[in-house]
C-alpha cells in the first residue's frame, strides 16, 4: 500500500499555499480573498505538522504551533468578516475594486 | 542704618504708578477730572519725600564715618549667577552722588508730573501719559541705585525705551515717529559699545560688581589690573580700551560728538517729557556712569579721562555754536542741553581722584561736574518747562512767530529770565557756582580745554538771550486773541519753585558732600578768578540784546556777514546729512544689498530648493498608494521574496 511520505506532503501544502496566493491576488471578492487566506494559513499547518511527524516524531512543537495557528485564524476571520460586513454597509458591495478610496 | 523698605519704595512707587495707570488708567480713570495724573503725581510725591529723607539721613546722620563719605550698601541679592563670583545682584548702592541723583530725580519727574497735568490737559492718552512717566522715573532711579554693572546696563536699557515711547508719545506725527526711531538707534549703536567695555572690564576683573571691579582694576598690585594693562589691542591697554567703550555707551546716552544727533529731533516729544528726560535726567546718565567709574578712568586709564575732556568741549563748543543759529525754540534749548552735558563731561576729564595727586592738580573736576548737574537738572527744567507754557500759549515752536509775549507770561516770563541768569553763569544764580568751578578746574588742567570752556561759555549766554528776547520782547505785544492765560496753578507752582531752586542751588556747599574720594573737598571762591567769565557772559547777553530786544534788521546782516560759516552752522555741521550718507550710500548699498542678495538667492534658495525636489520626487512616487489593497499585497510578497532570497543567498 502507498504511504505518503514527507515529500508528498510538502508538495500538497506548497500547492495549497500558492493557490491561496494566487486567490488572494486574483479575487475581487472579499470573501474569497478570506477564503485565499486561510487556504494559506492551513498550508503552513500542514508543514507543522508534516516537519513535526517526520522528523522529531517525539516532539510536540509543531502540534502546539498548529493550535496556536487555528485560534488566531479563527480570531482573525472573526475580525476579517466585522471588517467585510462594514464594508457591505458602507459601500453596499464586498468588491475589493470598489474600496478604493483610501489612496494619494 | 538706613530703613531699606523705604528706599526700596522710592524707586518702586513709581513702577505701581506704571502698571497700575498702564493696565486700568484708560478704562478706568477718568481723563476729563485727570484722575490718572493725580495718583501718579501722588505717588512720585511720596517717593520724592522719601528720596529727601534719605538724602538728609545718608549727609548728616549716618554717610559720614571718620569724615569720609562712605559707600553704603543696604542690600543686594544675586539675580543671576554665571560662575563663581562673577553675578548679576540687584541691590542699591547709597552713596553722596547716587543720593544726590535721587533727589535730582525724584524731584525734577515730581515738577514735570505737576506741570503735565495743566499742561497734557484734554490729551486722549492722558493715562499712557502718566504711567509712561512712571515707568521712566522707576528705571532711572533704578540706574543711579544700580550696584552692578549689569544692573546699570538694564535699567539703561529700560531708560532708552521709556524715552522712546515718550518721544513717539504723539505717535501720528510722523516726524515724531522718526524723532523716537532715530533716538532708540543711535542710543542702541552707542549702547553696543557700552556692552563691550562692561564684558572686557569684568572679563578683566573677574566680577561685574561695581565696588569690587573699581578696586581690582585700580590697585597696581593686584594681578587683574596688571593682566587688563599688560593686554593690548592695537597698542591700546586692554582696560583703556574697556572704559572708552564705556563712555562710548555714556556719550550715546548723553549726546556727545558723534552721537548727539538724536537730541534735537527728540523735542518731538511732548515738552514736559523734554525737560524730565533730555534736559534734567536721563541724558546726564552718561556723565553718572563716568562719575560711577571714576576711579577706573582717573587712576587706570588717564587717556581715556583726557578722551572724555576733549569729547565734552567739542561738544560743548559745537552745539553752543548750532545753538546760535536755530530757530525753534526747543531745539536751541536741547542744543544748550548738549552743550552743558558737555561742560559736566570736561569737568569730569580734568579731573583727579584724590587732592593733589598727580601734577599737583586737584579733584575739583569731579565735584564740579556733579555740581553743575544739579544745577543744570534745575534751570535746564525750568527753561524747558518754560518753553512749554509758551508753546502752550502760542501753539507753535517757532521763534519768529513770538515776540512781546512778556504781558501775556508774566510768571513764564520771570522764571524764565531767572533760568536764563542761572545758564549764563551771572552771580547769584545757581549756574554761576557751579561754572565758576568748572572753568576753575579746567584752568588747573587743560588750558586748550579751559580756553573752549570760556568761549562756550559766552556763547551760552549770548543764544540763551537771543531766545528769551526773541520770546519775550522783540516786537510789540501783540494783541493775542487765543488768551487762555498760563495753564493755571499746576503749571505755573513748577516754574516758581525751579525758579527758587535756580536761584538758590548754588549756595550749597557742595564740595563738602559730593567729592571723588568721599573726603569734604573746601572749594575756595575766587572771584578775581570769576571776572572774566561773568565778564563774557555780560557781554553775550548785551550782544543779545543789541540784536534781538527791538525788532531789527541786525540778525539778518550778521548772518549774510558770516556767509557760509552761518550756513554751516544753520545745517549743524551737516553731521545729520553725513550719517544719512554713511547708513544710506555707503552701509545699505555695500552691506544691505549684498546681504539681501544672499538671503534672497542662498539662504532662500537652499530652502525652496529643499521644498522643490521633495515635491517633484514625491509626485513621481506617489502612484505606489494607489488605494487598491491587493496590489499592496503584491509589493508586500515581491518584498518578502526578496528579503527571503537575500537570507538565504547572502546572510549564510
Known sequence: ?104 | MLNETYLLLIPLLPLAGFVLLGLFGRKYFNSAKREAGIIGTLLLLTSAVLALYTAYEYFFEIGKVDGIYQKIIPFQFTWLEFSHGVSINMGAVIDPISVMMMVVITFVSLMVHIYSLGYMKGEERFSTYYSFLGLFTFSMLGLVMSSNIFQIYIFWELVGISSFLLIGFYYQKPSAVAACKKAFIVTRFADLGFLIGILILSFYSGTLDFHTLIERLTLPESSQFQNAVSSSFLGISALTWGVVLVFMGGAGKSAMLPFHIWLPDAMEGPTPVSALIHAATMVVAGVYLVARLFPAFALSAPGALELVAYVGALSALFAAIIACTQTDIKRVLAFSTISQIGFMMFALGVSNYDNGGLLGHSNLGYTASMFHLFTHAMFKALLFLGAGSVIHFMHSNEMKDMGGLRKHLPVTHITFLIACLAISGIPPFAGFFSKEEILLAASQNNLVVYGIGLITSGLTAFYMFRLYFSIFWSKAPSPHENVHGEGGFAMSLPLILLAIGATFAGFIPFGNFVSADGKPLETLFHWQFSVLPVVLGFAGIFTAMWMYKKENNLPDKMATSLGRFYKVAFHKFYFDELYEFITKKIIFNLIGKPAAWIDRNVVNGLVNATGNSTETLSGKIKGIQSGRVQQYAVYFLVATILVAVLFIYWWK
Do not use: C, Q
Open chain 1, 1 to 104: 500500500m502507498f504511504t505518503p511520505g514527507l515529500y508528498h506532503i510538502l508538495f500538497i501544502s506548497t500547492a495549497l499555499f500558492f493557490i491561496g496566493i494566487y486567490g488572494f491576488f486574483t479575487r475581487r471578492n472579499l470573501i474569497t480573498v478570506l477564503m485565499s487566506v486561510e487556504l494559506v494559513l492551513n498550508s503552513v499547518n500542514l508543514n507543522f505538522i508534516a516537519f513535526n511527524k517526520y522528523l522529531w516524531a517525539g516532539k510536540l512543537d509543531g502540534l502546539f504551533f498548529t493550535i496556536f495557528v487555528i485560534a488566531i485564524a479563527a480570531a482573525e476571520a472573526a475580525v476579517a468578516i466585522a471588517i467585510i460586513i462594514n464594508l457591505y454597509r458602507s459601500h453596499e458591495s464586498i468588491d475589493v475594486e470598489k474600496a478604493g478610496e483610501m489612496k494619494f
